[in-house]
DNA sequence: AAAAAAAAGTTAGCTAGCTAATTATAATAT
DNA sequence: ATATTATAATTAGCTAGCTAACTTTTTTTT
């Protein structure tokens, strides 16, 4: 067997098809391939520093920065210094960002129902419980075992 | 539910642990983030065109030549021009590529093993088949729709 | 109160991915 | 035979991700 056509192979090609449907989607709303992720999360909660912000999408500060600062340019985004601690930097959706936002609930709904038609309820559920423990056994694994 | 907690997101949280468990096992070898697929590729079948190796690898043949550059400067691979057709580059392993590619071989079969402890082989032959039912899903799907 | 440590962001410099445009060679059509 | 078209690879310029080093502000120690 060729280790290209492992399992973890044929998610990331899975992903990648994922990930262009919903480019393709949005394409008119100045919003560029890794930005959905941060849309949506500021449309649930807006307001977040960015430390939160990077933790909650599993990404460095640094990639953060720099990515919220094309988003301040294209006009997604402002971003407020905390009256509290000023070490702390808040971000916040404007009016174009909630609407792209928008537009990229209904890019991600819709991808996601053509990737799971055909599946029953419970192996969705049975897919996501195979993903938690895959997930849970790289986590709890340590350099030292 | 926040659609940051959907499937692909998971997916995504898991690949990315995935491939950073793969990275550090391998650190000591010149090998960079993306390289392990190829050096497995090549590994399998020396002396692919740089066209094939990016159809298989699923990436674009501006990627591949960059990679490719940098894979030559730190004495992973070689590259030939093709004597039937001048247009055609083929890549070969070095020494120092092949022992490279065992050693990302021996990692990346750690961390599938690790990736899918616990399983049962019928489970992982489920998630197979959902895999390649959502690949279908998504590879099938035309703009039109 | 002053010094040390920790935390939040930023900057610089790298790899990996993309698209669009360019060059060189081969295949096809006229 | 020549002109056109197609294919392989490269280059340039972008976004996204990383680490390491740095600055500023807050918190902890002493």
Not at 40 to 48: E, I, N, P, V
Not at 62 to 83: F, H, S, Y
Not at 97 to 120: D, H, I, N, P, W
Request: net charge positive; hydrophobic share 35%.
């Amino acid at each position: 067997m060729r280790s290209e056509s492992n399992l973890t192979h044929l998610m990331r090609h899975v992903l990648k098809n994922h990930r262009s449907h919903v480019d393709r989607l949005i394409r008119d709303y100045d919003v560029y391939p890794g930005q959905p992720p941060l849309l949506l999360r500021l449309s649930d909660t807006d307001g977040l520093s960015q430390r939160e912000l990077a933790d909650s999408k599993g990404v460095k500060p640094a990639t953060l920065t720099v990515m919220l600062q094309r988003m301040e340019k294209t006009g997604l985004i402002r971003r407020a210094a905390d009256e509290k601690d000023q070490r702390v930097t808040r971000v916040y959706l404007t009016e174009k960002g909630r609407g792209a936002s928008e537009a990229v609930k209904q890019a991600m709904e819709e991808v996601e129902a053509r990737c799971f038609e055909g599946f029953l309820p419970e192996e969705k559920l049975l897919l996501r419980r195979f993903l938690l423990q895959m997930k849970d056994n790289l986590t709890t694994w340590t350099p030292e075992d």
